[in-house]
Structures are given as C-alpha cells and as structure tokens.
C-alpha cells in the first residue's frame, strides 16, 4: 500500500502526559500537512511541511504541540502535557505541490 | 468564524435518484473547491473539484456547481447507489496557499434500498 500511513490508529492517554504520533507520507509527495478533526466538525488546519521546512502553523497549535519532518520524510507531532480538550482524530495529508491532498486514516486521541 | 458551511448534518436519499449536497462560503477570496468523502475510521477520500473560473465539473456520477455570486456550490450524485453512504465535506483554499484547505462540518449522506 502506497498511500498515507500513520501510526497509532489510537491512542488513550491520562490528562498531563506526552504523546508523539507518526506520519508517512506517500514517497515521491513534497508537501505534508497536519489536521485536527473534533466531534461533529471538518477537520482543521494545524501545520504544513514542504521537504523538511515547516512553512505554516495554525493559531491552533499552541506551545505545548510540536512538529517535525526530519530529511523531508516522515513526520512526527508531539503534543505535552495533554489536555481533555487534546481528544481528537489527528489527521495527516501529504500532497506533491499544489495538488490534491490524500489523507491518511488518522490517530484517535482520546485524554482521560 | 465559520467560513465554509455546510448546513444540512444529513440527508438521506433512495437508491436510483439523486443526491444533492451543498455548500456555502462566506470568503470571496476562496478560488478553489474540493469535495471529499469519509467512511468511518478512514481518512477523508478526495472526490471532485472546481476551480472559480468554472461553473461547472463533472467526473462520472458526480457533478459540482458553483455560483459565485451567491458563493454557494453543490454537489449531485446520479444515480445514488449504497456505497456512496458516507460523509461528504466541502472544502475550500486559496490558490498559491498550499493546498491549505478549509473545511465545512459535513453532510452525512445515506442512500437507502
């Protein structure tokens, strides 16, 4: 399977601790972008990489969320200190330029 | 600020007839538009797109208007068959912003027998 994979599909945490979620985008795409998807809403900007730069966050992605794209592959978000208001579908696209997004299946975060 | 809307939370359609979805937008500045559909426990899936300078897009079973002026954009699927039960998002970005998109809250579309 070639498309977007991420890793964990869950993942259930208590309120305070770390958690880091995976991305792999598919090969040849430049571009990697990261969502947030809450009950009963789209999803929603957070950041986006070209190659290893992350050219743009949200205003939603507060300090205690971090992104990386090491050597323009993989990328990882890690969010400290959760919070209950954390508990969302994370959602990872990677697009090659301007073309269409595909999205990953998502990582289920659930902040007990 | 909601700035894409979609304010239908479901619709339910038999199979054989069509489904229409829609969509509205408050910011002029958009320039293109996507539909996407999301099974459960799946990303969302890329559909159909129109770019501004178009009123019109088809692919097969699936047909998206736009209106500018009313900043309004639908989406038609003929003819409806069961597996096109998902959630249908409308999407909309800015050319030259990375693909950047902002999505409207779905439509939860159910074609029954």
């Known amino acids: 399977d070639t498309g977007v994979s991420q890793d964990p599909r869950h993942k259930i945490t208590k309120?305070?601790?770390?958690?880091?979620?995976?991305?792999?985008?598919?090969?040849?795409?430049?571009?990697?972008?990261?969502?947030?998807?809450?009950?009963?809403q789209g999803p929603e900007f957070?950041?986006?990489?070209?190659?290893?730069?992350?050219?743009?966050?949200?205003?939603?992605?507060?300090?205690?969320?971090s992104a990386e794209r090491p050597k323009g592959s993989f990328s990882t978000l890690e969010i400290q200190r959760t919070e209950q208001g954390d508990s969302a579908m994370y959602l990872c696209a990677s697009s090659l330029g301007e073309e269409k997004l595909f999205f990953g299946?998502?990582?289920q975060l659930s902040v007990l | 600020d909601q700035q894409v809307?979609?304010?239908?939370?479901?619709?339910?359609?038999?199979?054989?007839?069509?489904?229409?979805l829609n969509c509205d937008y408050t910011n002029s500045m958009f320039d293109y538009f996507l539909w996407y559909?999301?099974?459960?426990?799946?990303?969302?899936?890329?559909?159909i797109s129109i770019s501004s300078i178009k009123d019109k897009n088809e692919d097969g079973r699936f047909t998206v208007f736009l209106n500018?002026?009313?900043?309004?954009?639908?989406?038609?699927?003929v003819p409806s068959q069961p597996g096109d039960s998902a959630v249908y998002f409308c999407a909309a970005t800015f050319t030259g912003t990375a693909s950047k998109l902002t999505f409207g809250t779905g439509t939860r579309l159910q074609v029954t027998l």
């Open chain 2, 68 to 77: 500018k002026s009313a900043k309004h954009l639908s989406l038609h699927i």
């Open chain 1, 15 to 40: 309120r305070g601790q770390n958690v880091t979620f995976r991305c792999d985008p598919i090969s040849e795409h430049n571009r990697l972008y990261w969502y947030r998807q809450t009950l009963g």
């Open chain 2, 37 to 47: 559909k999301k099974y459960p426990a799946e990303g969302p899936t890329f559909l």
């Open chain 1, 105 to 107: 299946s998502g990582t």
């Open chain 2, 5 to 20: 809307k979609q304010n239908s939370p479901s619709l339910s359609v038999q199979e054989g007839r069509i489904s229409i």
């Open chain 1, 46 to 65: 957070l950041t986006y990489f070209q190659n290893e730069a992350q050219l743009e966050k949200s205003r939603l992605l507060s300090d205690r969320f």
